[in-house]
């Protein structure tokens, strides 16, 4: 199997939690991703609510339809779930966290130009805590990230101390205020790079992203996997009908049953607010937030 990192890059995962590759997806994957999204945005026109594929912005009309989010694209999308399958997702994820991995979910996040919904401050494992943190997640930047637009911004090295408490008033709310947990907003850095690059985060890392206050589309597809030994812990928001249906999400290498324990910190997103499974509807139970709602 390929191998894509070097040394130094690895080293640089482990330490701060991230990595960015620059321009690692050639032109024609990215036209037909953006296909893809044209047709996804065709379906939206008229619908007046999200639905099991389709996840509006809440300034979305019939006559002007705006996605924040295509859920579970690799279902509904030959050409996503081909690419999940390539080397060119699965050999970095390989070099950090090993040959035997299973798909979590996918996700594919729409900032539209002039809005785009903001995500709070989370940690992806707070979401889905497993019995071990070997848990990524790849980022394919579909359009050039920058500032104005709503990159991911993460707290470097963050993924290497707590999990914070993600609940409001004993609920489950997906954020919280780092400034409230001694974090400081300037020691936070944005993932930025030109379209076809890749960025890679830890499940542990701390990370948001503001609104898209530019005139361009802020668009990246999440692709989120962990070890084949990382298994979900009982009360996360994990979705498991049993081993043969896990097997099923195997990207490479050798399933197992022998579950590998890490000495970590977890906490149980319970209870849940009744609300869609969704971030965004999650996170409107927060009493404050880090970023700004509307321009």
Not at 87 to 95: C, E, V
Not at 132 to 146: K, P, S, W
Not at 248 to 268: F, S
């Amino acid at each position: 199997m390929p191998e894509i990192l070097s040394d130094a890059q690895i080293a640089s995962y482990r330490e701060t939690g991230y990595l960015v590759l620059e321009r690692h997806l050639p032109e024609t994957v990215l036209a037909e991703i953006r296909a893809e999204i044209s047709r996804f945005e065709t379906e939206a026109r008229g619908m007046t609510a999200s639905n099991d594929r389709l996840d509006l912005e809440d300034t979305h009309t019939p006559d002007r339809p705006r996605l924040r989010r295509i859920k579970l694209p690799h279902k509904i999308s030959d050409v996503v779930r081909e690419l999940m399958f390539s080397d060119l997702i699965l050999a970095p994820a390989r070099d950090l966290i090993g040959p035997d991995l299973r798909l979590h979910t996918t996700k594919l996040n729409m900032k539209s130009a002039g809005y785009g919904a903001a995500v709070e401050w989370h940690q992806d494992y707070a979401f889905y805590p497993h019995t071990n943190d070997d848990i990524l997640a790849i980022g394919v930047i579909i359009d050039d990230m920058e500032s104005e637009n709503g990159p991911l911004k993460v707290y470097p090295g963050s993924h290497r101390g707590p999990v914070h408490d993600h609940h409001v008033n004993g609920v489950f709310a997906g954020a919280f205020i780092p400034e409230e947990v001694g974090l400081n907003p300037s020691d936070a850095v944005e993932l930025k790079g030109p379209a076809g690059s890749i960025s890679i985060h830890h499940g542990r890392i701390i990370h948001g992203s503001a609104l898209n206050t530019s005139e361009r589309s802020r668009r990246i597809l999440f692709y989120e996997m962990m070890a084949a030994d990382a298994f979900p812990i009982v009360g996360s928001m994990t979705k498991w009908d049993g081993i043969e249906d896990y097997d099923t999400r195997m990207l490479c290498g050798e399933p197992t049953l022998q579950p590998r324990l890490k000495d970590i910190p977890i906490r149980i997103p319970q209870p849940q607010p009744d609300v869609p499974i969704s971030i965004y509807e999650i996170q409107k139970g927060l009493k404050k937030r880090a970023f700004d709602t509307c321009k």
